[in-house]
């Protein structure tokens, strides 16, 4: 055995040991409470539809339309953000609630959680940090243009999961090609466009009624139009609505990682490492972190942790643990910091040092017995 061998062995043993005790500190607190969950719901979608209502109602132009577009984003971006905590559920959990949240947001918005699937991968060790991650871009060590392209995407998604819904799924239930394309390249929520892998065979009948019901909510505005009381400009609301919602999760996106890693695959620590918490108590924190997004690193180290939950478990890892553990490496004060520290990074970048070179040959994995940066 090489002396290499035997310290990455030693390091993995080290690696469990520590995340046997922090689980151990947590362990209580792993279970979902229903009626945070439901209430939490309910409320978010109240606000998202009740201001909606209040944003296509009011006089244009006017203040009382504006707090509108504002407070429905909000509200159906946090409402938005449980898809997250559905993936991560135990199939027996909250059944109905999952059934609840296509109806109220999931159909509506044209994002059913089914399409996030994939976002188990992102927990893989394999995966995670490697182009066949389809939540991870290297963008902190790739130059600025990456990050300037990754943003200038913004405007476009929305324009992208209309087309997805309204001409590539109908389209594709006639035409097996171009069936198995969808299934492959557009059935999954990523932000690595170079990602690609077949949605599950297991689930997909029930992607196949999500579709239809996306279909003919589609078609019933496209009746509103033709023969009701809806006008184009109405449309053009609906992107913007639709587009500052997504808007808000893919900004806050930028602050979800460090985004440096070269394609390596990490271990258990590097990866929750390399992951975010926001610690410092702003306006901005509660407004773009919501759903316990805002402990990213900790989900990465316990994804099965419920969202109400998590600062609880954040105030028990520190005192635990202290100042000095693997978990502080994962604490960050600002997400202005964070994007600043990505901008500094990409900034020093020079083109022929670029990771996202190998996202772009699709490079596979390499194994790597990092612990941490």
Avoid at 233 to 245: G, I
Wanted: aromatic fraction near 12%; charge should be positive.
């Amino acid at each position: 055995m090489t002396q290499a061998n035997v310290i990455d062995q030693t390091t993995s043993i080290d690696e469990r040991a520590w995340i046997r005790e922090a689980h151990s500190v947590v362990a209580d607190l792993m279970i979902h409470d229903a009626r945070v969950y439901w209430i939490d719901l309910l409320a978010s979608a109240a606000l998202a539809w009740g201001a909606s209502a209040l944003y296509f109602l009011a006089e244009p132009w006017s203040v009382w339309q504006f707090t509108g577009l504002v407070l429905a984003s909000v509200g159906f971006y946090r409402a938005g953000t449980f898809m997250h905590e559905i993936i991560h559920m135990p199939r027996a959990v909250l059944v109905h609630f999952r059934k609840a949240w296509d109806l109220l947001i999931g159909v509506p918005l044209m994002m059913p959680w089914i399409l996030y699937k994939n976002h188990i991968g992102h927990h893989s060790r394999v995966h995670f940090g490697t182009p066949q991650d389809g939540e991870y871009l290297p963008l902190a060590s790739s130059p600025l243009r990456e990050t300037l392209l990754y943003l200038l995407k913004l405007p476009l998604l929305s324009l992208m999961v209309l087309a997805r819904f309204a001409l590539a799924a109908p389209l594709s239930w006639l035409i097996p090609p171009l069936r198995e394309w969808v299934l492959t390249r557009a059935s999954a929520y990523a932000s690595n466009p170079f990602y690609s892998k077949r949605f599950p065979a297991r689930d997909q009948r029930y992607l196949l009624a999500v579709e239809i019901a996306c279909l003919c909510w589609i078609v019933f505005w496209l009746a509103m139009t033709l023969f009701g009381p809806v006008e184009l400009v109405h449309w053009l609301m609906a992107w913007l609505l639709h587009a500052l919602t997504l808007g808000l999760n893919w900004v806050r996106n930028l602050a979800a990682h460090r985004y440096d890693n070269h394609g390596q695959a990490l271990t258990h620590t590097a990866q929750f490492q390399d992951a975010v918490n926001i610690t410092g108590q702003t306006w901005l924190t509660f407004w773009l972190f919501p759903v316990g997004l805002r402990y990213h690193a900790l989900h990465h180290l316990f994804p099965g942790l419920p969202y109400h939950n998590m600062g609880q478990a954040h105030r028990r890892l520190l005192q635990h643990f202290g100042d000095e553990s693997p978990y502080t490496k994962a604490n960050h004060d600002s997400f202005f910091r964070v994007v600043g520290d990505l901008l500094k990074g990409a900034a020093s970048t020079p083109a022929d040092r670029s990771a996202i070179k190998v996202w772009r040959q699709g490079a596979q994995p390499k194994a790597s017995g990092r612990m941490a940066r």
